[in-house]
């Protein structure tokens, strides 16, 4: 039985919480393909968020986690590409219905909007709901 993997991605200010959310989709038994940026240097979150839907798109069934420091920029940025369903959570209700009731395949959160058990708790519900 082969592991899902989830690509996640951040820019310069979603750094600290796309580390901690990692540890989290791995402890809940998925694989990560952690996309960058690795480092603090101010980076543009339109490429990441291209480059995670670009492997969103080519991996059927893939899902997705986007983190910058609002998380609207990168809700905005993913939903420009077709195919793609990012949903900007702010909770762990609004990611189990992101998926539930919308198919939503990308995540996307704000680290200066969110702490880290929250975020924890968006992945945990995002990752483990099925679309009705």
């Not at 990168?74 to 009731?101: D, E, F, P, T, V």
Request: aromatic content about 4%.
């Amino acid at each position: 039985m082969s592991t899902q993997t989830i690509a996640i991605a951040s820019d310069h200010a979603g750094l600290a919480l796309k580390d901690a959310v990692k540890k989290e989709i791995e402890s809940l038994g998925f694989s990560v393909n952690d996309l960058g940026p690795h480092d603090t240097q101010s980076v543009d979150y339109p490429d990441y968020a291209n480059m995670l839907c670009e492997w969103v798109k080519k991996n059927d069934g893939a899902k997705g986690v986007l983190i910058c420091g609002s998380g609207i920029g990168m809700s905005i940025a993913a939903n420009r590409h077709k195919a793609i369903r990012a949903a900007l959570c702010q909770s762990g209700l609004m990611a189990k219905l992101s998926r539930q009731h919308n198919d939503a395949n990308v995540l996307c959160m704000g680290e200066r909007l969110i702490g880290i058990e929250v975020a924890k708790d968006c992945v945990k519900q995002f990752l483990t709901t099925e679309f009705e």
